[in-house]
T-cell receptor, first 112, second 114 residues
Framework: KQEVTQIPAALSVPEGENLVLNCSFT??????LQWFRQDPGKGLTSLLL?????REQTSGRLNASLDKSSGRSTLYIAASQPGDSATYLC???????????FGKGTHLIIQP | AAGVIQSPRHLIKEKRETATLKCYPI?????VYWYQQGPGQDPQFLIS???????DKGSIPDRFSAQQFSDYHSELNMSSLELGDSALYFC?????????????FGAGTRLSVL
């Protein structure tokens, strides 16, 4: 059974810093890896999806990488802003109509 | 662009009552997923439907059932509600036929069981 772990559980950094959020998974036979953002009490916003055949995806200030051999994915946020404050979750997609397996998230606070 | 629509947004029920949550997927999406997120927890997958047929099943209690209708909307039926069922319930949809199968989430239904 796939297990997804996110480290750190919480992170607080000053505005403007570049930062990396980590996601690890136990089963390297993943179909895709999806990163989400969740604001308190709100829904999940899809940020990036990396398919198993890809190594990275970029969207604006966000870059996500995938290393299946080591069972790791990272989300890089450049030039952080207070509006980036949220919980970031990674999730393993099992393929087809399989449900996602989520990590417990990293709660990120960007200090103005 | 149209998103996933969930109704109601908030629902308050008593123990042992029933509840029905509705989900309207993004137009032309063929797959619907249901998730439960307890307070301070990560979302847990419940069940999914592809082209109106049940596809994958997660940690859905026997007291819950779901279906996808001919217009692709889905309903999650919850009976004999317990205090522990209080949670955010998310519906997601995706286009499985071709493409990377990105799941797009609705805003959720917050269920409170008193």
């Amino acid at each position: 059974k796939q297990e997804v772990t996110q480290i750190p559980a919480a992170l607080s950094v000053p505005e403007g810093e570049n930062l990396v959020l980590n996601c690890s998974f136990t089963d390297s036979a993943i179909y895709n890896l999806q990163w989400f953002r969740q604001d308190p009490g709100k829904g999940l916003t899809s940020l990036l999806l990396i398919q198993s055949s890809q190594r990275e995806q970029t969207s604006g200030r966000l870059n996500a990488s995938l290393d299946k051999s080591s069972g790791r994915s990272t989300l890089y946020i450049a030039a952080s802003q207070p509006g980036d404050s949220a919980t970031y979750l990674c999730a393993d997609g099992g393929g087809g109509a399989d449900g996602l397996t989520f990590g417990k998230g990293t709660h990120l606070i960007i200090q103005p | 662009a149209a998103g996933v629509i969930q109704s109601p947004r908030h629902l308050i029920k008593e123990k042992r009552e029933t509840a029905t949550l509705k989900c309207y997927p993004i137009p032309r999406h063929d797959t619907v997923y249901w998730y439960q997120q307890g307070p301070g927890q990560d979302p847990q997958f419940l069940i999914s439907f592809y082209e109106k047929m049940q596809s994958d099943k997660g940690s859905i209690p026997d007291r819950f059932s779901a279906q996808q209708f001919s217009d692709y909307h889905s309903e999650l039926n919850m009976s004999s509600l317990e205090l522990g069922d209080s949670a955010l319930y998310f519906c997601a949809s995706s286009l499985l036929a071709g493409g990377p199968n990105i799941q797009y989430f609705g805003a959720g239904t917050r269920l409170s069981v008193l």
